[in-house]
């Protein structure tokens, strides 16, 4: 597919591209981070710690908004003083019951998945949160059995009612909650700096910043006509490259594959010898020739250094893999593009990686020639599993 490398450049022609506003919602990144954490305290999130801590937990998200329950286990970490567990349908585990916290995300609150789940948590008489637009069958099964729902703000946007475009939406509420039972350390004072970067990153991203000095943009032009290969070297960047390669899929359709060191790192080096790999001869070949194929582009998404060196040496043995890797994919010919956070709080590293990524897919999409909200595949998808 043709790239319209100009149409980045060109403010209204992007705008007149994008007709539901996938830009702009992801824009309001940062509102959304705000609006959402108001939302959380009205509706009484810390009513889910009335009867104390929950033994466990379980998060059911899936589709835009199944990266929420990586998230929160990514940040609750090894150490957590409960279990995490994710799902993304029925059946509930048969161990949940009433000293257990249920969390159910779904945007339109109509989602089979997390709706069963929430029903079943409520009938077994879990504590229950549920995330979602207001007046859904989602918000009326936390509402009748004395939950906690917490609404999605309307969107100004077609594209801000789209859970993938709502993501930090519907993952507010979740950690102000696992703040509030002591899961986690994101306090509203951290979420308001979070959403502070979030609107640093849309100002960098946004659509009138030439190509050239625009990451975003930059990005996108990069992993045009080729298979990515999303890496993260750790937990945090790990977490942001599901997310990477499900923008990819539903909004630039690009197939992408996805890895976290160090477990990782044999699978994704394997693939620089297979048939998207550059072949013998290639880095000899005129680089006016026009390419024979799709090629692998390993997209390195890389954490912020740690201001101390971690005692188990953790940090620096990853470090080392990483480089390995790196070097590996520039010998066997593979282009290689590289995006590292900020330092700060790991869900502000999270933010950082993923409002580039985002950015990067939908700009990738518009220049292509596609909606970015709208795929008729999808479309027929849900047609045909009704």
């Not at 043709?2 to 509102?31: I, M, T, V």
């Not at 009205?42 to 379980?58: F, H, I, K, S, W």
């Not at 916290?101 to 948590?121: F, H, I, K, N, Y």
């Not at 849309?202 to 975003?216: C, E, G, I, Q």
Request: glycine residues 10%; aromatic residues 4%.
């Amino acid at each position: 597919m043709a790239l319209d490398e100009q149409l980045l450049d060109d403010p209204d022609a992007l705008a007149q591209a994008d007709p539901s506003g996938s830009l702009r919602a992801l824009a309001s990144a940062g509102a959304q981070v705000r609006a959402a954490v108001r939302a959380a305290e009205e509706a009484g999130v810390d009513r889910l710690t009335r009867d104390g801590r929950p033994r466990a937990v379980v998060v059911a998200s899936l589709g835009g908004s199944a990266v929420v329950g990586d998230v929160l286990t990514m940040l609750a970490g090894s150490g957590s003083p409960v279990q995490v567990s994710v799902r993304r349908g029925m059946p509930l585990p048969g161990w949940v019951g009433p000293l257990d916290l249920v969390v159910a995300v779904s945007m339109s609150g109509r989602a089979p998945g997390p709706l069963g789940l929430a029903a079943e948590a409520a009938r077994r008489g879990a504590r229950l949160l549920t995330v979602g637009t207001a007046g859904s069958p989602l918000a009326e099964v936390a509402i009748r059995t004395n939950g906690v729902h917490v609404p999605v703000a309307p969107a100004a946007t077609t594209a801000g009612r789209a859970s993938r475009m709502a993501l930090w939406s519907l993952l507010t509420p979740v950690l102000a909650a696992g703040h509030a039972i002591g899961l986690t350390d994101v306090s509203p004072t951290l979420l308001a700096r979070v959403a502070d970067r979030l609107d640093e990153h849309a100002t960098t991203f946004r659509p009138s910043s030439d190509a050239f000095v625009n990451p975003a943009k930059s990005l996108a032009l990069d992993l045009a006509d080729c298979v990515p290969v999303v890496l993260g070297d750790g937990d945090v960047t790990g977490v942001a490259a599901s997310r990477a390669v499900a923008m990819l899929a539903r909004t630039a359709r690009v197939p992408a594959m996805r890895g976290a060191l160090p477990d990782d790192a044999g699978d994704v080096v394997a693939t620089f010898g297979g048939p998207f790999a550059a072949k013998p001869g290639d880095l000899f070949a005129d680089p006016f020739d026009a390419p024979t194929g799709p090629r692998l582009r390993l997209l390195f998404l890389r954490d912020a250094e740690p201001s101390v060196e971690r005692p188990d040496g953790a940090w620096l043995e990853t470090s080392r893999t990483a480089d390995a890797v790196r070097i590996t994919a520039e010998e066997a010919g593979v282009k290689v593009s590289e995006a590292s956070a900020n330092p700060g709080h790991p869900i502000e590293r999270f933010a950082d990686l993923v409002a580039l990524t985002d950015f990067a897919s939908v700009y990738l999409a518009l220049a292509s020639g596609l909606d970015p909200l709208t795929s008729p595949h999808v479309a027929d998808l849900r047609d045909r599993t009704r």
